[in-house]
């Protein structure tokens, strides 16, 4: 089975901190992708990674960053926490093959006081 | 460009009755569907593909869906449903130009199973 870590379950932060999110994965998966996720808004892809050192901007990466240094590492980084930084962050990851699913892992949620 | 349309919001249904959840999307090329399930506090679970073949795809926990071209529609079903279902939805929609790396998700839909 194919599996995604998350470094946290729950974070809390305060206004204007820089803040890491780890993600790993133990199958040697090319893609992996951040998404955060708010009620009524759905899952929304904040930035992804074909490979290492690859990224490529989602739909709302303003006030994001990420790292892929090593290919089962994929980090986020809010560079100045903001309190509409609040949300659940989900990490994914993905064989780079035609038609292969993301697998997910149990997410972050991240409270910015 | 495509799309995801979940046509309801909240299902609630009695413990044992059939359910059926639906997903409608648009697309100009072939696509790849999915259907995930998110448990509270939980990341996303993969409960079924579509990639080609036959159009009725058996997942887990006893979920089905079919994939329907004329209607682009491609509706969960799962014939008795258990407490242990209650979760919220998400069907997800990836095409061939994009190898599928990325998917476009539905808002989801919460199903609530009551006894």
């Known amino acids: 089975d194919v599996k995604v870590t998350q470094s946290s379950r729950y974070l809390v932060k305060r206004t204007g901190e820089k803040v890491f999110l780890e993600c790993v994965q133990d199958m040697d998966h090319e893609n992996m992708f951040w998404y955060r996720q708010d009620p009524g808004l759905g899952l929304r892809l904040i930035y992804f990674s074909y490979d290492v050192k690859m990224k490529e901007k989602g739909d709302i990466p303003e006030g994001y960053s990420v790292s892929r240094e090593k290919k089962e590492r994929f980090s986020l980084i809010l560079e100045s926490a903001s309190t509409n930084q609040t949300s659940m962050y989900l990490c994914?990851?993905?064989?780079?093959?035609?038609?292969?699913?993301?697998?997910f892992g149990d997410g972050t949620r991240l409270s910015i006081l | 460009a495509q799309s995801v349309t979940q046509l309801d919001s909240q299902v609630p249904v009695f413990e044992e009755a059939p359910v059926e959840l639906r997903c409608n999307y648009s697309s100009s090329v072939s696509v790849y569907l999915f259907w995930y399930v998110q448990y509270p506090n939980q990341g996303l679970q993969l409960l079924l593909k579509y990639l080609s073949g036959s159009t009725l795809v058996k997942g887990i926990n006893g979920f089905e869906a079919e994939f329907n071209k004329s209607q682009t529609s491609f509706h969960l079903r799962k014939p008795s449903v258990h407490i242990s279902d209650t979760a919220e939805y998400f069907c997800?929609?990836?095409?061939?130009?994009?190898?599928?790396?990325?998917?476009?998700f539905g808002e989801g839909t919460q199903l609530t199973v009551n006894p």
């Open positions: 997800a929609v990836s095409d061939e130009e994009t190898s599928g790396s990325r998917l476009t």
């Open positions: 994914a990851s993905r064989l780079d093959r035609e038609g292969q699913p993301q697998h």
